[in-house]
């Protein structure tokens, strides 16, 4: 199996002064074998060697037979709401942290570095550093980047500069929409990330983002949230529009993206199959966080029998995670 879908997180970044603390930039204090991290004096996360660690990582794949991972930041990690030379400082020293990882980690790891999206320029240019200087196959973005949607003609020139690099680009959710209604009693897990990934995928589609860079190769985060369960809807939607709209109905453009199997769910992921098509589904587990998918691939497994793929479902995902990392001579 090839794990499109696991985080990253440096555990020696220290932040430069007092006001990188208060825009955002991740405190860690050490808990023996684990570290806590804070966040604007908010702690988010208590996580071990396996988020930096290659060997750590290498052993939980041998247990659970994955051959590769694609390894991403951690999207608290984006400061899109921080000032964007601090985000800028802290997404170069975090994809050089990632690419030491890569570069230790056997030819068995596939890194995406970050970028400060609010500013494009800056992204750009780093964009130009990850694909050159640290040799990273792709992008993890956000959402949204704070003051642009993934559709504002102000994002067109990183989505260009994705585009002409060839890099991948995985799209995870950040900063949920309205938390005081998204995530309260537990639901920003469930219910405000989610609908995240829904609003990204209206400005890829209705945005016209696919349509003004026709090559771009993004996969979605889990599963494609609800939007297998919505697509009817959103070709109603695009059909019943007064003004030009893109050409190519919801439906039928959504089979341009890949999306990851992290359903937990055997029946939405056949959902997700027929969304977005046998060659675009790829496995992802969101190791080695605890929302993680144990064992890694288990609604691949459990829903293999009604899987148009079937029980060849390993051998096809990995094929198709190799596509979309633009690695078919692999």
């Known amino acids: 199996m090839l794990d499109v879908h696991t985080h990253f997180l440096p555990h020696d970044l220290p932040p430069p002064s007092e006001s990188a603390v208060a825009e955002g930039w991740p405190v860690t204090e050490a808990h023996g074998e684990e570290i806590k991290v804070f966040q604007r004096g908010q702690h988010v996360r208590t996580i071990g060697s396996p988020a930096w660690d290659p060997a750590a990582r290498i052993r939980d794949m041998d247990r659970e037979g994955v051959v590769a991972q694609v390894v991403l930041p951690t999207p608290f990690t984006f400061l899109y709401d921080a000032d964007p030379d601090l985000a800028a400082r802290y997404a170069r020293s975090q994809n050089d942290r990632l690419a030491g990882l890569v570069d230790a980690g056997e030819g068995r790891f596939f890194g995406f570095g970050t970028v400060p999206l609010q500013d494009p320029g800056a992204a750009v240019e780093e964009i130009r550093r990850i694909r050159g200087e640290l040799g990273l196959h792709g992008v993890e973005i956000g959402t949204h980047a704070d003051r642009y949607l993934l559709h504002d003609k102000e994002l067109d020139a990183v989505w260009a500069e994705l585009e002409v690099s060839g890099a991948a680009v995985f799209v995870h959710p950040w900063r949920p929409v309205a938390p005081h209604r998204s995530g309260h009693h537990g639901l920003a897990f469930g219910l405000g990330r989610p609908i995240e990934t829904e609003l ?107 899987l148009r793929m079937g029980e060849r479902w390993r051998d096809q995902t990995t094929r198709n995670a190799l596509d979309f990392l633009g690695r078919r001579d692999a």
């Open 200 to 306: 990204a995928v209206g400005s890829l589609l209705f945005g016209g983002v696919l349509d003004r860079f026709p090559r771009l190769r993004v996969c979605l985060a889990h599963g494609g949230a609800g939007i297998p369960a919505l697509r009817g809807r959103l070709d109603n939607g695009w059909r019943r529009q007064d003004q030009e709209f893109p050409g190519v109905r919801p439906g039928e453009a959504l089979r341009r993206l890949w999306s990851d199997g992290l359903t937990y769910d055997a029946r939405v992921l056949v959902l997700a199959e027929d969304t977005f098509g046998a060659d675009r589904m790829v496995v992802g587990s969101d190791y080695p966080f605890a929302a993680r998918e144990t064992p890694v691939g288990a609604a691949y497994r459990d829903a293999a029998g009604d």
